[in-house]
């Protein structure tokens, strides 16, 4: 079992940073792919970027590319996003989440989830 708490949301001006982190308990190896989304009020959940939990890939979706950054630190159990050039259509509440499987690109699956944590982006 893998337990997920996410930390670092915030509230910013269009062009700022954060950088909130996902800690992970239980067994974090045991999951292959881990993730963040989010979810604006009155709108679904979006899936946002990717990473494995051993090695180097990673997936992001269009509208943050070249903008946010994922990554992890397994010595620390925790998965980091990097949102630079923030942009008040990134204000949400976003979850980490975690699955077995090890198809980034593959959206579905994901079955630990943390509580979130809120991002507001002002203009």
């Known amino acids: 079992q893998v337990q997920l708490v996410e930390s670092g949301g915030g509230s910013v001006r269009a062009g700022a940073f954060l950088d909130p982190s996902c800690e992970a308990s239980?067994?974090?190896?045991?999951?292959?792919?881990w993730a963040w989304f989010r979810r604006a009020q009155g709108k679904g959940r979006e899936f946002v970027a990717a990473?494995?939990?051993?090695?180097?890939?990673?997936y992001y979706t269009d509208s943050v590319k070249g903008r946010f950054t994922i990554s992890r630190d397994n010595a620390k159990n925790t998965v980091y996003l990097q949102m630079n050039s923030l942009k008040p259509e990134d204000t949400a509440v976003y979850y980490c989440?975690?699955?077995?499987?090890?198809?980034?690109?593959?959206?579905?699956?994901?079955?630990?989830w943390g509580q979130g944590t809120q991002v507001t982006v002002s203009s």
């Open positions: 989440a975690a699955k077995a499987g090890l198809n980034l690109s593959f959206l579905q699956g994901y079955d630990h």
């Open positions: 239980g067994r974090p190896a045991s999951a292959g792919s």
């Open positions: 990473i494995r939990w051993s090695g180097s890939n990673t």
